[in-house]
């Protein structure tokens, strides 16, 4: 990135960072980074960690994966307690944080049928609201700009995350579509 910021996408669990982070990696023309999905490649299911190792034994493993992922730049998006980790804390208050948010109504048909392990109980959406009332205060406080991804094409928070991006970091955006970002664009 132009002053060596990245770019890293908070928020609840089923608020699109991933599929978010991506695209504006894309239109920003810098590489793109998923720290659930590099726990993955690295030691294995998020689930069967939490199963056989625990919550801490993950939480040490994605301090590192984080702080990997944001070191190396560009755009990232960090798995939704990344943030409780004040050395993630301090680490991010370097670099561009996009908060991400979603209603509990529109997260309730994304997380439906998933593998995480924090909503496997019997009722995934109680724990939801629960984890993220107790996160929303340290996501509010490392944002820098919040979107919300309940309504309308993701393309258009796509388009906005990146262009504020853009203006901060000093760079130009690739245009729209250009990246075969999918079916969205192309409506």
């Known amino acids: 990135m132009a002053d060596g910021r990245a770019v890293c996408f908070i928020g609840p669990m089923g608020a699109g960072k991933t599929s978010i982070g991506r695209r504006v990696a894309k239109r920003l ?9 590099a726990i993955v490649r690295a030691h294995g299911p ?20 984080v702080r990997e992922a944001v070191e190396a730049g560009g755009v ?22 996009v908060l991400l948010t979603v209603s509990e109504r529109t997260v309730a048909s994304r997380i439906r049928g998933g593998r995480r392990p924090l909503l496997a109980g019997e009722d995934p ?12 205060p340290v996501y509010e406080r490392l944002a820098d700009r919040t979107f919300d991804t309940s309504h309308g094409p993701l393309r258009r928070v796509v388009d906005d995350a990146a262009a504020w991006a853009a203006e901060r970091l000093g760079i130009e955006l690739s245009p ?8 969205e664009n192309a409506r």
């Open 29 to 37: 023309g810098v590489p793109f980074a998923d720290t659930d999905a």
């Open 46 to 65: 998020i689930a069967e960690i939490f199963r056989t190792r625990g919550e801490s034994a993950f939480r040490e493993i994605e301090r590192e994966a």
């Open 76 to 97: 990232v998006s960090l798995g939704g307690g990344a943030v409780l980790a004040p050395e993630t804390q301090r680490l991010l208050a370097e670099h561009l944080v």
């Open 125 to 136: 959406m109680a724990e939801w609201r629960r984890i993220g009332e107790e996160r929303r």
């Open 176 to 183: 729209a579509g250009e990246h075969g970002e999918g079916e």
